[in-house]
């Protein structure tokens, strides 16, 4: 696609159901960021990845939280036991990997929205 | 540790008016500083960022950024604000060369636009 899409845009679950959210990046980006962004926090960095591989996992809020990527394109954000602090819009971002490049501008998407009543 | 300050959670101007929304950061070593604009249910678009070359940046949509090092600052501007204009502003600063940490963003800046 032509940019970054994130689906479900909406979720609304009840507390302690388990969440799903999906990110598919840009077509040809290898590096991946999952955000989360709340009233509370702001925008937060959970966890990136460099193909299929997260280097470092410790943004993730808690051990609730898990990530992974396959095939070096779609990316997935588990949250187990939703809590009603989990409530947030998550935001996925992809970039290329240009060791030659000085920055490697990340491009978001929408976001998923979610509620956990 | 990185950190980025904004001051000013609300930003009301005139339209016409001189816009400036304030950056400050933290960054044990030179950074590289951006500013992201997000529209309502949307995204966040990059306007500009500094990258260790020209100290004044120019963006998309007329705004622009001077990066001061002595005062720690990279505080947005455009010399005439539009209706269009209205979001919410965030400055974000990352350590050069690395993506592994992402960005850290500051709280963020709602402008808001008079008529």
């Known amino acids: 696609g032509a940019g970054v899409s994130q689906s479900p845009s909406n979720k609304v679950t009840e507390k302690g159901k388990d969440v799903e959210l999906r990110c598919d990046p840009i077509?040809?980006?290898?590096?991946l960021y999952w955000y989360r962004q709340s009233l509370g926090q702001g925008l937060e960095f959970l966890i990136y990845f460099q193909g299929n591989s997260a280097p470092d996992k410790s943004g993730l809020p808690s051990d609730r939280f898990s990530a992974e990527r396959t095939g070096g394109s779609v990316s997935t954000l588990t949250i187990q036991r939703t809590q009603q602090e989990d409530s947030a819009v998550y935001l996925c971002a992809s970039s290329r990997f240009d060791s030659g490049t000085v920055y490697n501008e990340q491009f978001f998407g929408p976001g998923t929205r979610l509620t956990v009543l | 540790a990185q950190s980025v300050t904004q001051l000013g959670s609300h930003v009301s101007v005139s339209e016409g008016a001189l816009v400036l929304l304030r950056c400050n950061y933290s960054s044990s070593v030179p950074p590289y500083l951006f500013w992201y604009v997000q529209y309502p249910n949307q995204g966040l678009q990059l306007l500009l960022k500094y990258t260790s070359a020209a100290t004044l940046v120019k963006g998309i949509n007329g705004f622009e950024a001077e990066f001061k090092k002595s005062e720690t600052s990279f505080h947005l501007t455009k010399p005439s604000a539009h209706m269009s204009d209205a979001a919410e502003y965030f400055c974000a600063v990352s350590d050069p060369g690395g993506g592994a940490d992402g960005l850290t963003f500051g709280k963020g800046t709602h402008l808001i636009i008079q008529p």
């Open positions: 077509s040809g980006h290898t590096a």
